[in-house]
């Protein structure tokens, strides 16, 4: 933020005027002196309580068919207008603007291109971003536990078992196909079975025509799919450690210019948390119509002790340590790291 006088004898009115000049002079130089010395002070205050930005750019992942702010916590503070009012009055940003995505390696793009200053998406292609590098930290786990469907078309196979040989899909990068990956090496069917990428908007119609043998779904659309008829042969929930969870990251160069942030975040967040979970019905109809997905899905999909009080709660901390292990022991993440110094300080 920028933030001579030449001797003579004369009358002595004309020494007297003479006299007063000096003293205003000698003054004008104190009150100089004295400005000069505060300065460093005042340009310091200045650098340790930057401006606010005028924008902060959120990305998350489009849910449904609606799609046009995000779920969970973060968006039930936004429909509640917390999260905007209190990041404004926290000095944070003037204002929120949402970027929706379709999955997390689009969103990691956005931030790796400097497009965005915080994403909210599933922890996989977020730990997959750190360990290639992108300077995020971890501000807060959004969701933990999230669940995976494993449904086939109707009549299609009975179990895990009967996939041999088949092609079945998911959305790749995503906590669904660590899930999957994860559940074909335990029966021993990882080395013959394809495993190709399908976007969720496309399963259905691809399980209709038995395109593939199974879909892993994610939350809203596997309980949707179980609703129409889908059968259900195995589920994450079922599986110690392969359940997912939602993070929230902010890019290390919006965190130097806002070093509160993660606090005033997490406050927020914890308002939030705490609003839906006494007003249950009222944010499930929210959620509903955020996603486009019946009461009854949306329930199924988001229990409300998934929205965990604290940013990282013993569960979670675990579930991405998983998650980790698994994406480097597999290659899909370039290199390891330890989770407790990808978090901010400030978070805990």
Same mark, same amino acid.
């Given at each position: 933020m920028s933030f001579v006088l030449r001797a003579s004898f004369v009358s002595s009115q004309r020494i007297f005027s003479r006299f007063s000049a000096l003293v205003t002079l000698a003054l004008l130089l104190l009150t100089a002196a004295c400005s000069t010395q505060d300065t460093p002070t005042n340009q310091s205050a200045a650098q340790a309580d930057p401006a606010?930005?005028?924008?902060?750019r959120l990305g998350y992942i489009s849910t449904g068919s609606g799609g046009k702010t995000p779920i969970g916590p973060t968006g039930w503070a936004i429909h509640e207008n917390i999260l905007a009012p209190e990041l404004k009055d926290a000095g944070v940003a %003037?204002?929120?603007?949402?970027?929706?995505?379709?999955?997390?390696?689009?969103?990691?793009? $956005?931030?790796? !291109?400097? /497009?965005?200053d915080v994403g909210i998406y599933g922890d996989t292609p977020a730990i997959v971003a750190k360990a290639t590098g992108l300077e995020t930290r971890l501000i807060a786990q959004e969701q933990v536990g999230m669940n995976v469907w494993l449904v086939t078309p109707p009549n299609g196979v009975k179990a895990i078992a009967d996939l041999r040989g088949k092609t079945i899909s998911t959305q790749r990068g995503?906590?669904?196909?660590?899930?999957?990956?994860?559940?074909?090496?335990? %029966?021993?069917?990882n080395?013959?079975?394809?495993?190709?990428?399908?976007?969720?908007?496309? $399963?259905?119609? !691809?399980? /209709?025509?038995?395109?593939?043998?199974?879909?892993?779904?994610?939350?809203g659309l596997g309980p949707l799919l179980v609703s129409k008829g889908f059968p259900l042969i195995d589920q994450a929930q079922?599986?110690?450690?392969?359940?997912?969870t939602s993070v929230v990251v902010a890019t290390q160069t919006f965190l130097k210019q806002h070093p509160d942030f993660p606090r005033i975040w997490n406050q927020i967040r914890r308002e939030s948390v705490q609003n839906l979970k006494a007003n249950s019905e009222a944010f499930y109809q929210f959620q509903s119509e955020a996603t486009g997905f019946p009461i009854d899905v949306v329930k199924a999909s988001y229990p409300l002790d998934q929205f965990p009080d604290t940013a990282f709660p013993a569960?979670?901390?675990?579930?991405?340590?998983?998650?980790?292990?698994f994406l480097v022991s597999q290659g899909l993440a370039k290199s390891d790291f330890q989770i407790n110094d990808w978090i901010a300080p400030e978070s805990r």
């Open positions: 606010p930005t005028e924008t902060l %003037a204002n929120v603007q949402l970027v929706p995505f379709p999955n997390g390696p689009d969103l990691n793009e $956005a931030l790796t !291109a400097g /497009e965005l995503s906590y669904m196909h660590r899930y999957l990956i994860s559940v074909l090496q335990d %029966a021993g069917l080395q013959t079975v394809s495993v190709v990428h399908l976007s969720a908007k496309d $399963a259905q119609a !691809a399980l /209709e025509r038995g395109d593939i043998a199974a879909y892993a779904a994610p939350i079922d599986h110690p450690n392969l359940s997912g569960e979670g901390i675990t579930l991405l340590e998983a998650t980790k292990k």
